[in-house]
């Protein structure tokens, strides 16, 4: 265990970086958690003009921009290998035959918004041109596209060059536009981005990628377990994109996936084939009452607030004073008793417990009837029942109540750090390592 006068000296360095000027992210941008479509998870690099349009068209067609995804992000693998003689990243001409433009133009005239990626690197993961040294140019390069969105990857930067000192030159440069584009930090959740994040990006990630399997839902929750205080309106925890639609989990995974990041209220990025999308994957995608969770104007995110073995509840503040409930039942596939009975109690959501409130599934939309004290409900294995607890008599203190709070037992192993120890450069580190 460090010194005490090793731990004042870190505490001193720590308290003297936050004194330098780190300017925020001013755009004004993700109020509410954005939500939109990337190529990644369904189409990795093998991305074209053709495809790209066709999501645009299903994503208007299909009612999903009705619903709130209004982002159309093309991931890694749009560009040549090498920039251009002036110094710009070169779209890839046999994948986007009528330019890069153009297909910004086409998802504008489709009423969505328009997302490229970058790498706070030299290269992307696919070995392609990144942009770090180049900031500035790249910045208005997408700008000059009508770029909307900008996803920031993390690969090929070594340890010396710092992680935030690359993502705040980027920020910069964004700003320096003069165009409103939403920074979405892909860091891996590297250097406890949750503390310095909200001073950089909309969102930042708070884990490694994200697959479609149930041991990589459950690891991408556990590390944004405990995380929530940090987020708020236009900055954001973004425990990676959804799996929903994508071949590796069941119905029921799909749901629980769902439901947890809306009541997280991570952004939510759809990243399955629209083509082949099926029934039941859009129905989960375009739950309006989960959704309106996620997207709530209160702007709290919720978090873990009781656990039992494998049985969980999430909740979150909603505005007016109401809670959003998710009960999670985490036991394994198999077992010779697949639905446990989840209890939530009044007391854990800062209600008094003679209060009585009205319980509603958001996934069925039917309320369930008025409760005092607690509600139990059954759930299956791999899934989530996602609830709104509406008081029917209101106190002023139940808005203002956090999951975060003291008496959330579920936390209270969780050790946050105070924002004012956001490491912001070199001398930072050198202040941990030496």
């Given at each position: ?5 090793w ?23 993700s ?8 190529t ?5 690099g093998?991305i ?5 349009k ?10 999903l921009?009705k ?19 002036d ?16 297909v ?6 489709k ?11 030299p290269?992307?993961c696919?070995?392609l ?14 700008a000059?596209l ?13 340890p ?5 000192d690359?993502?705040?030159?980027m ?22 981005s ?6 950089v990006?909309?969102?930042w ?6 697959a ?6 459950l ?21 990676d ?5 994508n071949?590796g ?9 769902f439901?947890?990041w ?10 399955a084939?629209?083509r ?10 375009t739950?309006?009452?989960v959704?309106?969770?996620n997207?709530?104007p ?6 873990l ?8 509840v ?13 009960l ?7 077992t ?12 854990d959501?800062?209600f ?13 939309e039917?309320?369930?009837?008025t409760?005092?004290e607690?509600?139990t409900?059954a759930?299956d294995i ?17 808005e ?5 709070s ?29």
């Amino acid at each position: 265990m460090p010194s005490c006068e090793w731990r004042s000296t870190l505490a001193f360095f720590a308290v003297l970086c936050w004194a330098q000027p780190l300017h925020g992210l001013s755009n004004g941008l993700s109020i509410k958690p954005h939500m939109g479509y990337n190529t990644w998870n369904c189409f990795y690099g093998s991305i074209s003009e053709d495809i790209i349009k066709s999501t645009a068209d299903i994503m208007v067609d299909s009612g999903l921009k009705k619903a709130g995804y209004e982002y159309l992000v093309i991931d890694d693998g749009w560009s040549e290998m090498n920039r251009g003689n002036d110094g710009k990243i070169v779209a890839d001409p046999t994948k986007f035959p009528s330019g890069i433009k153009h297909v910004s133009d086409y998802i504008h005239s489709k009423g969505l918004k328009y997302g490229m990626y970058s790498d706070a690197g030299p290269k992307t993961c696919l070995g392609l041109p990144g942009s770090r040294g180049n900031e500035e140019l790249d910045a208005q390069y997408f700008a000059d596209l009508g770029v909307d969105f900008l996803k920031y990857d993390n690969c090929a930067a070594g340890p010396e060059d710092w992680i935030v000192d690359r993502y705040v030159a980027m920020r910069d440069a964004l700003n320096d536009t003069g165009r409103p584009i939403l920074y979405s930090m892909c860091n891996w959740g590297v250097g406890d981005s949750w503390l310095w994040g909200p001073k950089v990006a909309n969102s930042w990630r708070t884990t490694g990628d994200i697959a479609a399997s149930w041991d990589s839902l459950l690891r991408c929750l556990d590390n944004t377990v405990g995380l929530s205080e940090f987020a708020g309106p236009g900055a954001w925890n973004d425990p990676d994109m959804l799996e929903v639609g994508n071949p590796g989990l069941t119905v029921n995974e799909q749901r629980a996936h769902f439901a947890l990041w809306a009541l997280l209220k991570s952004p939510l990025f759809i990243g399955a084939d629209l083509r082949t999308l099926s029934r039941d994957a859009k129905q989960i995608l375009t739950a309006p009452e989960v959704i309106a969770v996620n997207q709530d104007p209160l702007g709290v995110a919720g978090d873990l607030i009781w656990k039992q073995g494998p049985l969980e509840v999430y909740s979150g503040p909603l505005q007016g004073g109401g809670r959003a409930v998710a009960l999670f039942n985490r036991h394994a596939s198999g077992t010779q008793y697949p639905i446990s009975n989840i209890t939530v109690a009044w007391r854990d959501l800062g209600f008094d417990s003679d209060v009585e409130a009205t319980v509603r599934d958001l996934h069925a939309e039917q309320d369930l009837g008025t409760f005092t004290e607690s509600f139990t409900g059954a759930v299956d294995i791999h899934d989530a029942r996602m609830l709104r607890i509406t008081p029917h008599k209101l106190k002023v203190d139940y808005e203002s109540w956090r999951p975060w709070s003291k008496e959330n037992k579920a936390l209270q192993a969780s050790v946050h750090s105070s924002l004012s120890t956001m490491p912001t450069g070199n001398k930072w580190r050198m202040a941990v390592t030496n």
